[in-house]
C-alpha cells in the first residue's frame, strides 16, 4: 500500500512539474506564430485523454508488477515487461509526452507542443544516457533480450499473444 501512495505522490509530483512549464511557455505563443489551428483541438484531446491514460496505466504496473514507482530513485525493483510494456519499452514517457503535446494542441499553443517535444528529446538522451544502462546493469540478459523483442519507442504488436518472451527465462 505504501508503495501506492509514493507512486501517486511523485507522478503527481511529476504532473505539477511539466504543466507548471506549460504554464511559463505559453507566453511565447505569440513569438511562435500565434494559436495553432482550430482543427487541432479534438486530435489534442484525444491524444491528452490516450496519453493520460496510457501513464495512469503505467504507474500502476510499476507498482502491481514491478513493486516501484515511476521516479527513478525509487524505481521498480522488479523487471516489468507486462500491461502497455508488452507493446514499447518507454510506455511512460510516450504517455506522458502524448498528454503534453494533447495539451498543447487542445488549448491550441504551440509553445506547450514544442516543449512536448523538447521534453520527449531530452527523455530519449536520459534513457540512452542513464535507464537502459542501469536496467542492463540491474537486469542483465532478461533486459538484453527485452529489448531485442520490445521497440524503445514506437509500439509494436508482441510476437506471441502473451507479449514478449518471458524476460526471466534463461
Given at each position: 500500500m505504501f508503495v501506492a501512495v509514493r507512486a501517486a505522490v511523485y507522478a503527481s509530483g511529476f504532473v505539477l512539474l511539466w504543466g507548471w512549464l506549460a504554464v511559463a511557455v505559453r507566453p511565447f505563443d505569440a513569438e511562435l506564430g500565434g494559436p495553432l489551428h482550430p482543427w487541432l483541438v479534438g486530435f489534442g484531446a484525444a491524444l491528452m485523454l490516450a496519453g493520460g491514460a496510457l501513464a495512469v496505466w503505467c504507474v500502476a504496473v510499476f507498482v502491481t508488477a514491478g513493486g516501484g514507482t515511476p521516479a527513478p530513485f525509487d524505481a521498480p525493483r522488479r523487471f516489468v515487461a507486462v500491461g502497455p510494456y508488452r507493446w514499447v519499452r518507454n510506455p511512460m514517457y510516450v504517455g506522458g509526452f502524448s498528454l503534453l503535446g494533447g495539451v498543447?494542441?487542445?488549448?491550441?499553443?504551440?509553445?506547450?507542443?514544442?516543449?512536448?517535444?523538447?521534453?520527449?528529446?531530452?527523455?530519449?538522451?536520459?534513457?540512452?544516457?542513464?535507464?537502459?544502462?542501469?536496467?542492463?546493469?540491474?537486469?542483465?540478459?532478461?533486459?538484453?533480450?527485452?529489448?531485442?523483442?520490445?521497440?524503445?519507442?514506437?509500439?509494436?504488436?508482441?510476437?506471441?499473444?502473451?507479449?514478449?518472451?518471458d524476460p526471466a527465462a534463461p
Open positions: 498543447g494542441l487542445w488549448v491550441r499553443s504551440p509553445a506547450i507542443a514544442l516543449l512536448a517535444a523538447a521534453g520527449l528529446g531530452c527523455a530519449h538522451a536520459f534513457v540512452l544516457l542513464y535507464e537502459e544502462p542501469a536496467l542492463a546493469r540491474a537486469f542483465g540478459a532478461a533486459y538484453e533480450r527485452y529489448c531485442h523483442q520490445v521497440h524503445r519507442w514506437i509500439p509494436r504488436r508482441p510476437a506471441s499473444p502473451d507479449g514478449p518472451r
